[in-house]
């Protein structure tokens, strides 16, 4: 028959072995409410019982693609690209909001800005982007550093500004329907070629929508 000390002594360890099967929640999932679990990805929400973010269908979760974080409230999204895993090649700025897109060398096999969407993309190194699309409307900033940093970049009906430096950093640039076009080629051979909204608009080294002649319909 069992000793107290031995019952004792099997409770305890019993205990032990239990505690290495407990999920140590981190403070990083503490909440009070599903806004605080929104930068998850895949999306949680929060279990007010416990106070912790648990998986689930967050309707105040960030779009999949928003890896860096976002704002709900000021439909805001960052996208970080800094290797080809990171965004499973290329990536789009999730319909309704506007989108900082980072891309690094080999980080992005296409990037595209949807809509009506403001859209910050910078390409640095060889072969961060592909092809570059903006939006039809709303604003787009391209800045491409770096060999072959991006293909083609299509302005579509963007108000548009695009930066290339390095040789090669573009190749071709098109402001297409752009309400406005701004480009510039910067150091050499950046562009390999460029296709302004208007003879008017064509300038030494890019585009500039906002000399005179260059038509120019941005509200």
């Known amino acids: 028959m069992k000793t107290v ?30 806004e605080d679990c929104a930068s998850f990805t895949p999306s949680r929400v ?4 416990v106070g912790y973010c648990v998986p689930g ?13 976002c704002n709900e409230t000021a439909k805001t999204c960052t996208i970080n690209c800094t290797n ?23 980080g992005c096999d296409f990037v595209e ?12 190194g060889n072969n961060a982007c592909g092809n570059v699309d903006c939006g039809d409307g709303g604003e787009c900033n391209v800045t491409c550093v770096g060999s072959n940093a991006c293909n083609n970049v299509d302005c579509n009906g ?45 300038a030494p080294t890019g585009c500039v929508s906002t000399q005179a002649g260059c038509p120019s319909t941005c509200n």
């Open 57 to 69: 269908d967050n309707p105040m979760g960030c779009p999949d693609a928003c890896n860096g974080g």
């Open 84 to 106: 080809p895993a990171d965004c499973n090649g290329g990536t789009v700025c999730p319909a309704g909001y506007d989108c900082t897109i980072n891309c690094s060398q080999n």
């Open 158 to 202: 963007a108000r548009c500004h695009v930066i290339c430096t390095g040789g090669g950093a573009c190749n071709d640039v098109d402001c297409d329907s752009a309400c406005a076009c701004d480009v510039q080629c910067m150091v050499g051979s950046s562009c390999d070629s460029r296709f302004c909204t208007a003879n008017q608009c064509n």
């Open 113 to 124: 800005c949807n809509g009506d969407s403001d859209c910050d993309i910078t390409c640095t």
């Open 5 to 34: 000390l031995q019952l004792a002594l099997g409770a305890l360890i019993g205990i032990a072995i239990s505690s290495c099967w407990v999920d140590r929640k981190s403070s990083d999932f503490a909440c009070t409410k599903d």
């Open 46 to 49: 929060c279990d007010t019982d």
